[in-house]
């Protein structure tokens, strides 16, 4: 079983930033963060290879920063020009390449 803990969320106003951090009990291939908001389906925000390759959804590109330190098996998501819309539970997502794990969820919500 692999266990994902995550921190960094909070209240915060539009145009501000916020990072937050995952960090996973083993060595994950896939590692990155889904977000749901309130009657919403969860949706990609960013995913980060092992190797360097990334993924974002196109709503937070050029606004948001997915890195990782594998020594470490933690995941990073630095969110900045934070909007209202960017409103959600933000969920760390890892997948050692045969299955999904998923943290407990952090709210991120922000003030306009």
């Known amino acids: 079983q692999v266990q994902l803990v995550e921190s960094g969320g909070g209240l915060v106003q539009a145009g501000g930033s916020l990072r937050l951090s995952c960090a996973a009990s083993r060595s994950l291939f896939t590692m990155g963060w889904y977000r749901q908001a309130p009657g919403k389906q969860r949706e990609l925000v960013a995913t980060?290879?092992?190797?360097?390759?990334?993924n974002y959804v196109d709503s937070v590109k050029g606004r948001f920063t997915i890195s990782r330190d594998n020594a470490k098996n933690t995941v990073y998501l630095q969110m900045n020009s934070l909007k209202p819309e960017d409103t959600s539970v933000y969920y760390c997502?890892?997948?050692?390449?045969?299955?999904?794990?998923w943290g407990q969820g952090t709210q991120v919500t922000v003030s306009s």
């Open positions: 980060m290879a092992k190797g360097g390759n990334t």
């Open positions: 997502y890892g997948n050692p390449g045969w299955r999904e794990y």
